[in-house]
């Protein structure tokens, strides 16, 4: 069997790696096909020193962007309680429902900072009162805020 080689992953490739990824394949498939086609570089000393340092600098993005989401709930978990006015009916029941849309308005409104949407879970909201509600800022951060919903 030959020898295998090692090469460095320009561009995402399925079942084999991703972008950046040191990989051993055939020689062929190397030669052949991954470097030819701009898929995959050698790995030669200085290509591993780069991709180091790309990885280095994904980990320090993705390190700003938690401690942003941090920062986002402290911040919310500090107002704590939005206000969400709704037309009133029969028996404090409120017309429509309380869309997380509606938070994200209220959010906006409050703090000035834009908060997805699809983020947002709510409880079933169909009467005046107080409600809990999670916003989810980042895949390891969650806040929980509380509605105050009031007739308008």
């Known amino acids: 069997m030959a020898q295998r080689v090692q090469v460095v992953l320009s561009k995402d490739v ?3 790696g991703k972008d950046g990824d040191l990989v051993e394949v055939a020689p062929g498939y190397a030669r052949n096909y991954l ?3 701009g898929i995959a570089v050698r790995a030669t000393s ?17 390190l700003e962007i938690k401690q942003q ?30 869309t997380s849309q509606d938070l994200a ?4 409104e409050s703090t000035g900072k834009e908060i997805d949407r699809r983020g947002i879970t709510l409880p079933e909201i169909s009467q005046l009162g107080f ?12 806040a929980t805020v509380e509605i105050h ?3 308008k």
């Open 131 to 142: 409600y809990n509600a999670e916003i989810k800022l980042h895949p390891e951060v969650t």
């Open 149 to 151: 919903v009031v007739p």
């Open 46 to 62: 200085g290509v591993l020193k780069q991709v180091e340092r790309r990885r280095e600098q994904e980990r320090q993005r993705i």
């Open 35 to 37: 470097i030819p086609q």
């Open 14 to 16: 399925h079942k084999l």
């Open 69 to 98: 989401a941090e920062s986002m709930k402290t911040a919310l978990q500090t107002i704590n309680r939005f206000t969400i006015s709704k037309q009133l009916g029969e028996d404090n029941a409120i017309f429509g429902t309380v």
């Open 105 to 108: 308005d209220a959010i906006q």
